[in-house]
């Protein structure tokens, strides 16, 4: 189904060529994929947050949220690098979406309760490449950190 998303989201593809309202989805699912394995530990519960998210976001099944991340998975593990990955997104995604962006992957680097300093560097990367400053990146931390713990 995603199979040649790489190529269009990397550039490869005509540049005439764009993403679907799904494929850019399944980017932003990889990007949440990539934050969660950027602490080299990526368990079943963040795989079951990162389904919660996608569920949320878009109103999907469980069975379409768990099958849009495992595409995800796929894209994320032959994404050759985050810088040329963001860059791809930043280039089709609205500036105000790419603050949610930043806000669901404090969502899922926050989700397993411990702070990872790889997770943090990997956010601070991605918020970054796609225009999102430290101080709103460290907002939107705040905001999810509030509302996990009142959870």
Do not use: C
């Not at 469980?62 to 995800?72: C, N, V």
């Not at 962006?101 to 300093?117: F, G, H, K, N, Y």
């Amino acid at each position: 189904m995603f199979r040649s998303l790489l190529p269009r989201l990397l550039g490869d593809a005509p540049r005439e060529t764009t993403l679907s309202h799904d494929d850019a989805e399944v980017a932003i699912a990889a990007l949440m994929v990539r934050i969660a394995r950027a602490d080299n530990h990526y368990g079943k519960n963040e795989r079951a947050h990162i389904d919660a998210l996608l569920a949320r976001r878009r109103g999907l099944s469980p069975a379409d949220a768990a099958d849009r991340r495992a595409a995800a998975e796929m894209i994320e593990a032959e994404a050759p690098d985050t810088v040329r990955f963001t860059r791809a997104i930043k280039d089709r995604i609205a500036l105000e979406e790419r603050a949610w962006i930043i806000e669901t992957l404090w969502e899922v680097a926050l989700s397993d309760a411990v702070r990872s300093p790889d997770e943090d560097a990997m956010i601070r990367l991605v918020a970054s490449l796609l225009g999102v400053s430290d101080v709103e990146s460290a907002q939107l931390r705040q905001q999810v950190a509030q509302a996990a713990s009142g959870r």
